[in-house]
């Protein structure tokens, strides 16, 4: 991948962060993700599809709601907006070449700083689209997908799509329309929705049928102008199941596939599962990708991680091998993505201001990863891992458990069965041979 900086290098000193294997003392080198090792008949490149969000990469300035910002970024400075979105252009695609990520994620307002102005925010766009897609052809990176903000403007305090005013529900349509424009034209492979305000915060004013119902009618019309535009690629939609509100209609994978299913809508849409969106709704990562991978819609995820300690959305970058290790698993034996890839969806810590800390956190992330991809490939290939999850199910695999399966068993025939054969022996789930089985691979 070709190195692309503009006029100002602004990673002065970091140079290509290249692979040097797991012995390296080198803090800006990966040990383990080898862009060009073959696992599952696939390069890790290929595999993991790693993108770098350019939201909390390049405009999270590590304020929170008791401090100032603490990232002070030097391409962040012009007054013209169109100007300095291209410097912090210069800066992001100087990273994610330095980094060999071979793909970034948007959101509109990312990329751009809009006003109150339809028009004149898709002008700026327009712009920045352009910038970027010389940016795109001169690197070789790629638009992983595209979505537009519609939950940090105060006109969306009740939700946008969901919203109970039309003219609120128009400003989103008429984001989503050069989102999905500017995604189309830098040839991006996907389209996210997340709902951040697509719900409420108390049913004493809310009519829930109809704004599902409004929603369910927005993507579909969402979808027609793609589809006739020539956008290929696939829709996703990120669950999350509350805050900013109270309660999100995309609460989790269930909830999402249900809606899908109901309006139908599972054609054109798949999943884009977050970690910690999946601790906030009470389940683990490993259970939202199985739901989304056993109805075939596992499209993408975004990887960071949550704090025990704290119950909101901390975005912190993903180090839980363990973790990571049993959802490779599963990602694994679904095939891979569908559409998608692995977003780090993650931001630096608030006291970590050098400039060198979001490559290191880049790494770690990266390496995470990869050393947990090459775990599972070999859990799979050499351990009991995959027998012992199938003999425990043996019993629907002949006789009356298969002819049950098949629908071919009544009732009453489930309980002449039962009293026929007494009591059922106790057959152990051997939960700690497996907890420790992961753990052999890993150490």
Known sequence: MAIVKGEKEYFEGIGEIRYEGKDTDNPLAFRYYDENRIVQGKTMKEYLKFACAYWHSFNGNGSDPFGEPTHIFPWDVKSDPVERAKDKMDAAFEFITKMNLPYYCFHDVDMVDYGPDVAENERRLRVLTDYALKKQEESGVKLLWGTANLFSNRRYMNGAITNPDFHVLSHGAAQVKAALDATIALGGENYVFWGGREGYMTLLNTDMKREKEHFARFLHTVRDYARKNGFKGTFFIEPKPCEPSKHQYDYDAETVIGFLRQYDLLGDFKLNLEVNHATLAGHTFQHELQVAADTGMLGSIDANRGDYQNGWDTDQFPNNINELVESMLIILEAG?????????????????????????????????????????????????YAKLRKDRYASFDSGQGKAFEEGRLSLEDLRDYAASNGEPRLVSGRQEYLENLVNRYIF
């Open 336 to 384: 891979g993505f569908q559409g998608g890839g692995i977003n780090f969806d993650a931001k630096i810590r608030r006291n970590s201001t050098d400039r060198e800390d979001l490559f290191y956190a880049h790494i770690g992330g990266m390496d995470i990863f990869a050393k947990s991809l090459l775990v599972a490939e070999e859990i799979l290939q050499k351990s009991d």
